[in-house]
């Protein structure tokens, strides 16, 4: 693994997370942001150990993802939730949302180690932004329960939490191989 | 139906009961419930997937009890049987003379049900990846735990395939090779028995509705998260 190219992709992904972090009404109009753009130049030029690298590491965050909607799936079913365990899990994928689509660089899709990223995420840029953005969107507002604590609105934004989560898994991404 | 029919070496008058209806229905439920299971698991239904899951509980459920206490052939005491067993029935050119499974299929019968309840076993603490289903038991064990189970979940239904492949292989080689049809009494229940031999006692109707409640109430109780060992 490549030390500097990683630091040099975890400031473009920075970069695009400041982009996302953005009032919702300005990150209405979702377009691939300069930010993005630039991403993908930066990124076209990946070796394949680098694509390898990004995967990997995508797929790890992914699956801080998963353990977070898991712990909080597990909670919300105990018959007394531990709210202060929610709110942890919940600052975590807040934290991690943002910086979600800089962890697709082209040229890691399918075929790339175990990536499971469709082609179609960039052939159709707008709408994966657009989910992205919806996902990033629901990590706040689910956040935003979880601080406040109401079970009741904790459960009902995790419900469009997952939704956001499983409106792009459906288009986006590829079936688990063996 | 018989004018139509080729000739016929058995003579339907002289079939006997081998097999009872609740043990029928409990097989030919299990085949469509476990291929929807595998359908709903490749295609994303992770919801359908669940139900599903607790129907097969139920069924295996009801199966032990009917084990138990159904009819005749239907009773584990009538056909789990040692090595010994096994050994003498492939020594005798796989001759079985009394009515229900003989050593061999008793076998696929029990690695198969075994297979199916530890399949469904860890699919109760399973959850998928993304944290948005997960089984009714998951809640009551660490997320890495619940996550081996999902692997073995996934895995072991390899294994149950390579079993199901085994058994219809089976039903199909004593067709061919023996000429013996295993698939015609699972439908309809009767086959042609030796004279002298005894044919299947059937099991109480009444028996098998209680197999059928509690399992059902066994189900319902492990689908609300199993109370009180979540609380």
């Given amino acids: ?178 | 139906m018989t004018s139509t029919a080729p000739p016929r070496r058995t003579d339907t008058a002289t079939k006997q009961r081998v097999w009872d209806l609740p043990t029928r229905l409990f097989h030919w439920t299990l085949v469509v419930l476990v291929g929807l299971s595998w359908w709903s698991a490749e295609n994303d239904q992770q919801d359908l997937h669940l139900y599903l899951g607790y129907g097969v509980l139920s069924l295996l459920l009801f199966r032990i009890g009917w084990g138990l206490a159904g009819s005749s052939t239907a009773r584990f005491s009538s056909f789990v049987r040692g090595p010994g067993a096994v050994a003498s029935y492939v020594r005798n050119r796989f001759h079985w003379p009394l009515a229900g499974h003989a050593p061999l299929g008793a076998l696929s019968v029990l690695a198969l049900l075994a297979m199916l309840f530890v399949i469904v076993g860890t699919g109760l603490f399973a959850a998928d990846e993304d944290g948005l289903f997960s089984g009714p038991l998951a809640y009551l064990v660490s997320v890495g735990v619940s996550d081996t189970m999902t692997g073995l979940h996934e895995e072991l239904f390899d294994i149950l395939l390579v079993l199901i492949g085994l058994h219809v292989a089976a039903i199909l080689l004593y067709r061919l090779a023996l000429g013996r049809n295993l698939l015609g009494p699972m439908i309809t229940g009767k086959a042609e028995l030796e004279p002298g031999v005894e044919p299947m006692r059937a099991g109480k109707w009444w028996v098998a509705l209680i197999c059928l409640v509690a399992a059902i109430a066994i189900t319902r109780w492990i689908i609300g998260g199993a109370p009180p060992l979540g609380t």
């Fill in chain 1, 1 to 178: 693994m490549n030390r500097s190219h990683l630091y040099l992709f975890c400031a473009v992904a920075l970069l695009a997370g400041c982009k996302a972090q953005e009032p919702a009404n300005q990150a209405n109009a979702v377009i691939p942001s300069a930010e993005t753009q630039n991403a993908a130049t930066a990124a076209a030029t990946l070796t394949p150990d680098q694509a390898l690298a990004v995967a990997k590491e995508r797929e790890e965050h992914m699956e801080a993802f998963g353990d977070a909607t898991k712990k909080i799936g597990n909670e919300l079913k105990a018959s007394k939730p531990d709210v202060a365990a929610i709110q942890q899990s919940a600052a975590k994928i807040a934290d991690l949302a943002p910086k979600l689509q800089s962890w697709f660089a082209p040229g890691t899709a399918e075929g790339v180690g175990k990536s499971r990223a469709k082609a179609e995420i960039w052939q159709k840029p707008e709408d994966f932004a657009l989910k992205a953005h919806d996902f990033e969107t629901a990590a706040q507002e689910f956040k935003v329960a979880a601080d406040r604590g109401d079970l009741t609105q904790i459960k009902t934004t995790f419900e469009a939490l997952g939704k956001s989560c499983k409106a792009c898994h459906d288009l986006y991404r590829a079936p688990k191989k063996d």
